[in-house]
């Protein structure tokens, strides 16, 4: 696999994939393998082996739409119901319909799910309505097992390259990006004829309440760039008024509320130890009846986990800062 050498100012491609996260990987084996002869480059302002919101891996998917256990229609109505109908459901649907088939190729990868003793996903119910949650147990091979195929399918990748601007040609078409590596400050413009961008979300508008930087519940590495580049190249922003609040557990920064641990027997308790939110998984209620509890006094809230083994609940603590 080739690499973008430092001292390169320009080079040209049939199509540039911006962030080297999960989507961009997936969206740059996908160019590749539909047209083995074009020029693909992977631009990531890290290092494609060890760069986005999952960079170290993840347990599992909380939002597998497999055929037995949900669908997308019924999926799409878990969203809306969740974000109290502030969504875009043509997106969402078209998610839960190419779902499936996401996964079973990722399991080929080598990005092993858990399954059952039949041999089917191991799927497990978090959710208000359906069951969509599926448990990777070597979920820490993710970025590993992306990164094999990017190198079988021979792709240009430029790490520690942080894109600024999009480039438009005088046709009013986007032509490419203009990048500053992380490391040198040198510059380098990426000229292509199609550019995808798949840079994250937008983590850290706000700070946590302990002032960590790198505290919030968002890999703050995504910084929303991508929408500040898009914007400034004319496009249109949608969606915007839709963001989460999550609740976070003290001195630890992550997804960790129950929806996480619900799958192993956890569960969100209040300071007598009885559960009180009706459905673990995010949404505007789960988030109130967090506020109804800590207004009642029956606060600081707890996710419990003392069902566990000793050895286990020592690792965790591990993690804790």
């Known amino acids: 696999m080739d690499e973008i050498t430092e001292g390169t100012s320009q080079v040209d491609c049939d199509i540039l994939v911006i962030g080297g996260g999960t989507a961009g990987p997936m969206a740059a084996y996908r160019a590749k393998k539909k047209n083995p002869n074009a020029k693909v480059i992977l631009l990531e302002k890290a290092n494609v082996k060890r760069s986005g919101a999952i960079s170290m891996g993840m347990d599992g998917l909380n939002n597998a739409v497999i055929p ?14 969740a974000n109290d109908g502030i969504v875009d459901q043509a997106p969402v649907y078209k998610y839960a319909q190419n779902c499936y088939e996401i996964i079973q190729e990722l399991d080929g990868f080598g990005i092993r799910f858990q399954k059952d003793e039949n041999g089917d996903f191991d799927v497990k119910k978090v959710h208000h309505i359906g069951t969509y949650v599926l448990p990777m147990p070597n979920g820490d091979t993710v970025k590993k097992a992306l990164y094999r195929q990017l ?49 994250g979300a937008a983590g850290r508008l706000g700070l946590p309440t302990s002032g960590y930087l790198f505290g919030t519940y968002e890999n703050a590495a995504n910084s929303g760039d ?96």
Not at 68 to 81: D, F, M, R
């Open 151 to 199: 190198k079988r399918a021979r792709l240009l990748i430029s790490n520690r390259y942080m894109a600024t601007r999009l480039l438009t040609g005088k046709d009013g078409r986007i032509a490419g990006a203009i990048a500053v590596n992380t490391r040198t400050a040198e510059f380098l413009v990426v000229r292509a004829k199609a550019v995808i961008l798949c840079m």
């Open 226 to 321: 991508g929408y500040a580049m898009a914007y400034h190249a004319g496009a249109g922003l949608a969606n915007l008024e839709c963001f989460q609040i999550n609740p976070l557990i003290k001195d630890y920064n992550g997804p960790a509320c129950a929806y996480v641990a619900g799958p192993f027997g956890g569960y969100t308790a209040n300071n007598e130890g009885m559960r009180f939110i009706e459905c673990d998984y995010w949404s505007g209620q789960m988030m109130q009846e967090f506020y109804n509890e800590l207004q009642s006094g029956k606060g600081p809230v707890f996710l419990k986990l003392n069902h566990l083994a000793d050895e286990t609940i020592g690792e965790i603590e591990t993690i804790l800062h």
């Open 68 to 81: 037995g256990h949900s669908t997308p229609e019924q999926y799409v109505k878990e969203i809306t119901v």
